[in-house]
Every structure is written in structure tokens, then in C-alpha cells.
């Protein structure tokens, strides 16, 4: 393909799958003989800094089989808002990538990276620039509209299940009451923190109670849940969004001193210590607070390879919209007959937009999560379809 360069960028939050991403538009821009193919550092503000690389390295196969099994951001990663007022950055980045002569511009990332594609296609329809401007999805957070899923999401759904599995064990030891609280991430939708509701499939009653931002919380409710529960087993293990929010819509330990980021976005100061104090204070038992933090989404010792695989297919897909001469476009994710099929949607259909966990799937009377979930999540996760978690000998039932 001659006259052909691209340029890749990542950013935001990293995953096990999104150098997967990274690799499938690296190897298909090979297979259609791109003339360069460019990776920016650190993402957009990489770029302005004129942070380029060359990625060549991955012509060889093993090093392509390399970076896909690679956790966080080959490239790194970076939270830079391209504002509306900033209207010198977008200038100097299309000098910049008109120096370059790039014609397929790629961006792997969550909502804040797909609103950079949204305004960087709107400019360039604007000046009637030739550039191709394709966004493509990652986020554990599983919160994009438009796509059935986020890459990512499926694998940190795997470890948030095994681990909780394996901290719910460890809770069981002692003869004693005790409560073990498990902050997991979700700063605006509880898709993560649901996936605990996976363990119960396996290990019917293990987790107790799942919390997440959908549902208004209220700590007196929870505590008296807590209490009866207590009256009839003796280990509770809670699941609990980070962004889980009181009535009026705040979260319910937000530091209000803490600046927010470049979106926007107010840092939550811990879900789980919040919720430990309270039980501390009305409880007679042991109770410990853990955040699995960036864990979530670094574990690639327990990485789905279908999620990888799929993760894949969509840059190879970026790379062939962007040879169609689309642009200004999110590569997409759909499930039909069994079969993942990668598609694209406009980006304004999708940036700046956040899909919730839809509150029909929430069991609310019993803080848990319905079947529906499985039945949806599943098949994201295992190529068979059904949950594949491991199998523990267990000495006595839950209890």
C-alpha cells in the first residue's frame, strides 16, 4: 500500500488486552505494506512533544506474540484533554502529523480518548484534511456506548472472580466472625464489581453483598444487612465500587479538596476504608479493608485469550475502515450466533457518553446481581460459554 502511514496512540487507563489492540493494527498495516507505521509516546501529549517512535521491531512475528501477551501500554499512556478552547494544540498536532505525512491516525482508549478522536475528525473535516481518524475501545470499566464491550473488561472480570474466590478462603480460616470488604474499580458504572456475582455461580452464597454506583447506597441499610447476616454465617465477604454514591449522587468518600484530572473527573479517596469504619463502629467483629487497585487490570497471568483475540481483530479492523476512507469512527464489538463480529460506529455516538449497568440485571432487595449478568458475561470470557473458575476443595459449606 503504497504512501501509506499511520501513526498509533494509547491512553487512559491500561489493560491486559490493550497492546493486543496495539499489535492487530501493527500487523495489519504490515500485511498491507504501510510505508511507516509510528507509535507516540505517551499518547497525545506525547505527540505534541514530538515523542515518535518507529515500530518497526514488531515485523517479527515473536515480537508481535510478545506485545500481545504484554500487560499495562507498550506506548504509555497519558490524560490530556484536548479542550475547546485549545485550539493551538490541534494545530500544532496536524503540523505535526502533516510533517510526518501520516494518513491513518489510531487511538486505543476509553471515553476520554474517544472525545480526542471527536474533536480531532470534527477539525479535520473542517480544514478538509485527508487524515483518518479511528478510535478503538479499551476499558475494564466496560462503560462505552455502541459496542457490547470494552476489550479488557472480560480478563479483569476473570481475576476480580478468582481473586475474590481465593480472599473469600483465606476470610474462612479462623473461628471467628469476620467481614472482608473488596474495593473494586468503576468510577461511573458497576460492570467490574459485578463480575463478583460470578464467584456465587460456582460457590453458591460465598459473596455476600454487591454494591455498585447504579444503586444509591445507605451505610445504616448496609449495616443492618451486615448485622442480620451475621446471625446466620459467620465470614461475609462485600463487594464494592469505588464509585459507589449516596442518594444525592456523590460519592460516599470523596476527598472534595482533591483536584480533578484533566476531564474532570474527582478522585475517590476509597469505597471499602469508608465502609470498614462505619461496620468498625456497630460491629463486634473483625473487619479488613482490601483494594485490589491497579491489579485489576495488570493481571496478565490471568488473561482471557479470547478477550486478546478479539482485541486483535479490532485493530485489524481499524487498519481496513481505515483503507475504506473512514474516519471519525469507533471500532466496535457485537455478538451474534455465537460469533464476535467487529464493526464501527460514529464517534459522536459515542464520546462523552457512558453506558450504565442496566438496573433490570440488579438484584436491589439483596444487594446481588441476576443471572442475566452471567448469562452476558460469560461467553466474553470463556470460548466454551459457561464459567470456568477453579474448582477448590472446600473442608466445610459456606458459612
Not at 444487594?367 to 464459567?387: C, M, Q, R, T
Request: glycine share 6%; aromatic share 8%.
Amino acid at each position: 500500500m503504497n504512501n501509506r502511514r499511520c501513526i498509533i496512540g494509547q491512553s487512559g487507563g491500561p489493560t491486559v488486552a490493550i497492546n493486543a489492540t496495539l499489535a492487530g493494527i501493527i500487523e495489519r498495516a504490515n500485511q498491507c505494506h504501510f510505508d511507516k507505521i509510528y507509535g507516540m509516546i505517551n499518547g497525545i501529549e506525547g505527540l505534541l512533544n514530538e515523542n515518535i517512535i518507529e515500530l518497526s521491531r514488531f515485523e517479527q512475528p515473536y515480537e508481535l506474540y510478545k506485545l500481545i501477551h504484554t500487560p499495562a501500554m507498550y506506548l504509555g499512556s497519558c490524560r490530556f484533554k484536548l479542550k475547546n478552547d485549545g485550539q493551538q494544540y490541534i494545530q500544532k498536532i496536524f503540523d505535526i502529523l502533516q510533517a510526518k505525512e501520516i494518513t491513518d491516525f489510531f487511538y486505543i482508549g476509553g471515553n476520554d480518548s474517544m472525545d480526542t478522536i471527536k474533536q480531532l475528525s470534527t477539525y479535520a473535516k473542517e480544514i478538509n484534511s485527508p487524515i483518518h481518524f479511528i478510535g478503538l475501545p479499551k476499558t475494564i470499566d466496560n462503560d462505552l456506548v455502541n459496542t457490547m464491550y470494552t476489550p479488557g473488561y472480560p480478563s479483569a472480570c476473570h481475576y476480580v472472580a478468582t481473586t475474590l474466590s481465593q480472599i473469600a478462603l483465606d476470610n474462612q480460616i479462623y473461628p471467628m466472625k469476620s467481614i472482608t470488604i473488596v474495593e473494586i474499580m468503576g468510577r461511573d458504572a458497576g460492570w467490574l464489581t459485578a463480575s463478583a456475582q460470578i464467584v456465587n455461580e460456582v460457590y453458591s452464597g460465598m459473596i455476600d453483598f454487591i454494591y455498585m454506583p447504579e444503586v444509591p447506597f445507605h451505610t445504616d441499610d448496609c449495616v443492618k444487612a451486615i448485622q442480620k447476616r451475621l446471625k446466620i454465617k459467620n465470614h461475609l465477604i462485600i463487594a464494592i465500587s469505588e464509585g459507589v454514591r449516596d442518594e444525592f449522587g456523590e460519592c460516599i468518600e470523596t476527598d472534595k479538596s482533591i483536584q480533578v484530572d484533566a476531564f474532570g473527573h474527582r478522585i475517590n479517596a476509597g469505597s471499602a476504608s469508608y465502609l470498614k469504619r462505619q461496620i468498625d463502629s456497630k460491629v463486634e467483629c473483625k473487619v479488613r479493608a482490601i483494594q485490589l487497585s491497579t491489579l485489576q487490570r495488570c493481571s496478565a497471568s490471568l488473561a482471557s485469550e479470547l478477550d486478546l483475540d478479539n482485541a486483535v481483530a479490532l485493530g485489524y479492523h481499524g487498519v481496513n475502515i481505515a483503507l475504506e476512507n473512514k474516519t471519525g469512527v469507533m471500532v466496535n464489538i457485537n455478538y451474534q450466533d455465537k460469533k464476535f463480529i467487529t464493526g464501527d460506529v460514529d464517534i459522536h455516538l459515542v464520546a462523552n457518553l457512558v453506558k450504565p449497568f442496566p438496573q433490570e440485571w440488579i438484584d436491589k432487595e439483596n444487594a446481588l446481581i441476576k443471572k442475566e449478568f452471567i448469562d452476558y458475561v460469560a461467553p466474553l470470557i470463556y470460548k466454551s460459554g459457561n464459567i470456568e473458575l477453579m474448582q477448590y476443595s472446600l473442608l466445610h459449606a459456606i458459612r
